[in-house]
């Protein structure tokens, strides 16, 4: 409910999920069902080998995406994928989001990373099985900590976020669409515009994130 009233979805578009890792069962959207419809009994919950556990919906269709990330990342426990205006054009552009500024660095440590664009033998095979090993094979090449860059843009497509539930996860999805436009405007701005210092960027994380961090109280 919090992705059209921020904003973030036209229609059906996108999806989120929550894991249990205690019965290893996640819960997903249905595939098409109006947001303004929906009701915690049409949720779909799937298992890990990607059985569908209970529901009388088909699940998303971006259900094995969802699928991998769980299975590689234990630390995930919610993810959202959106077709965020902003987020989305960066996208298509096939461009990372670069850390301009401290509101970036505040959520996310380092760019936000776009994917390669999918072959064509990964699209006519498990598409979006597939979308998910690009995914992770965007996050293992640049060494990311999926908790401290929570989001990555999948080429030609649009984005995923995700968090330690499926409340940060929609909450990392509508910081990432701020960051995106943020980082246009930026750029329209200053065309030959440079990545902030780094040591300013991660002063910013680290007093919000990790064992010393400080901003907020306890």
Not at 160 to 166: L, Q, V
């Given at each position: 409910m919090e992705l059209p009233r921020r904003g973030l979805v036209t229609y059906t578009w996108g999806n989120v999920s929550g894991i249990d890792r205690e019965t290893g069962c996640f819960v997903i959207k249905p595939s098409g069902v109006e947001y303004e419809e929906l009701t915690p009994e049409d949720m779909v919950v799937m298992d890990l080998n990607g059985n569908k556990v209970e529901g009388r919906y088909n699940p998303s269709s971006d259900t094995p995406t969802h699928l991998e990330l769980y299975k590689k990342y234990?630390?995930?426990g919610g993810i959202v994928h959106t077709h965020s205006r902003?987020?989305?054009a960066w996208a298509q552009a096939g461009r990372g989001i670069p850390a301009y500024g401290t509101t970036h660095a505040d959520y996310f440590l380092g760019e936000i990373p776009c994917t390669r664009s999918l072959t064509q033998e990964e699209v006519r095979g498990e598409y979006e099985k597939n979308t998910g090993l690009v995914i992770i094979e965007t996050l293992e090449r640049e060494s990311v900590n999926p908790l401290y860059?929570?989001?990555v843009l999948c080429a030609n497509h649009g984005p995923?976020?995700?968090?330690?539930?499926?409340a940060e996860a929609v909450y990392h999805a509508v910081v990432l669409e701020e960051v995106a436009r943020m980082a246009r405007l930026t750029e329209a701005c200053n065309p030959q515009v440079l990545p902030a210092p780094s040591y300013v960027m991660e002063k910013h994380f680290y007093r919000k994130h990790g064992e010393n961090a400080y901003y907020g109280q306890r």
């Open positions: 234990p630390q995930i902003e987020a989305t860059t929570p989001a995923f976020a995700w968090g330690r539930d499926a």
